[in-house]
Every structure is written in C-alpha cells, then in structure tokens.
C-alpha cells in the first residue's frame, strides 16, 4: 500500500470518537517520506490486512491514553467528550465484598470522578473546556443495578449485543458500537452511557446525586474509609 492508500484506509476508519487520534495519525503519514513509510509498512507485514491491524492497534492505543482521577478510574478525552474508565480488576474485589457492595463502591467512586472532572472544568482545566459530556463504555452496564444507578441519575444509555458487536454493517452504521468493540475486543455484551455537562451543572441533578451519595453512605459504602481514613 503506497501512503494515498494507506490514508484511505485510516479515514475510513475515521469515527466520531476518534475523529482527532485519525486526523494526528493522518498528519504524521503526510509528514512521513514515502520510503520510511513503505520501509515500516514491511516491517509490521506488508499486506492490506496487517497495515489495517497495525492502524487499528495505533487507534486503540492513543484511545487508551487514560489519566488517574481517583483510585478507581481514570479518565481520557476526545472530541467532544470526557471518558470515564474503570481500569481496575472488580473479581478481586468481589472476593473481599459482596458483588453488591462492589457495584455501592464503583458508583460512589464514579460519582466522586464526575465530581472531581466537574470542578477541573469548573476552575478552567484546559482539557475540559471545550468538552460537553461525560461518557463511559463498559460491560458493567449489563448488569440490572448498574443501569438503575444510571438511569436514576438521567444518564443515556445504550447496550449493544454479540451479534451487533460483530456485524461489520451494524458497526459501519453505529461508531459507538465499533468504539465499544476495539475498546472490549472480547466481550459478548458492552454498554454505554452518557450524560451533558450542562445537565451535571443543574440543581436538580445535584440534589438527586447527593441522595443517592446519602443512601451509599448509610450502607456504611465511603470514599474515606475505602482509602483506609479515619
């Protein structure tokens, strides 16, 4: 593949979510002479089919550049959006908790990164300004409690199944849902969900996050004695 088609193959993969990773990738190829792009070409394969997977992997990787916020998710931008990640491994959790008691401690900490990002774009976070939801992917979102917790806080969601997830047509059609097969490549289930900062900003939404806080607390579930504070 000479570099015009190679670029091809890159905005084709172009989605909305990864709009600006493309874009950066696009302007390093055209930064690139066409001899040290056809030397690394050969060296990640040479066909169509490992150049796709090499970019695919390129994509994925920047995508994946993810940011601590609290000590259970970090965050990463594009576009328009602030996505929150869970990065942590929950089974070991579960072995120390309840499954219910897990799931009271990831949405606590999830509100306190919805907290924590709110009052970064408060104070004029650079990377935040121009940003006007937070979003998340996660197969969490399978699961009845969770999406109650969502939904009760006015989030949008959206579950995509294993069929959808491997349907080329389907994902050409929803970049969402090719987002959320690159960034869980083995999972049947994935689900997502978003909400504006203006609706974060509201006292409506406020009153209704700090019952829900409220309510996780009297079940004895804190941010300070997870951290081990007295």
Known sequence: MNKEEIKRCLMLMRTPENEDIVNQLLGTIDMTSEEVLKNKMEEIGGTEKAIRAFIEKQ???KHEEHIPINEMFSYGVTRNCVHLHLPIDLHQ????KSVLQTMHTVNLYFLDAIDRIKSLRDNGYYKFQDKDKIYMISPLLKMKKILEFFKELDFETRSYSGEELKSEEFLTNHPEAMLARR???????????EISFDKIASQEW?????????????KGISIRKEKGEK
Not at 183 to 193: D, M
């Open 183 to 193: 960034v869980f490549p083995k999972k049947e289930y994935v689900g997502t969900a």
């Open 93 to 96: 959790m579960n072995f120390a």
């Open 206 to 218: 406020q009153n209704k996050k700090q019952k829900i806080v409220q309510k996780l607390e009297d």
């Open 59 to 61: 994509i994925l990787e």
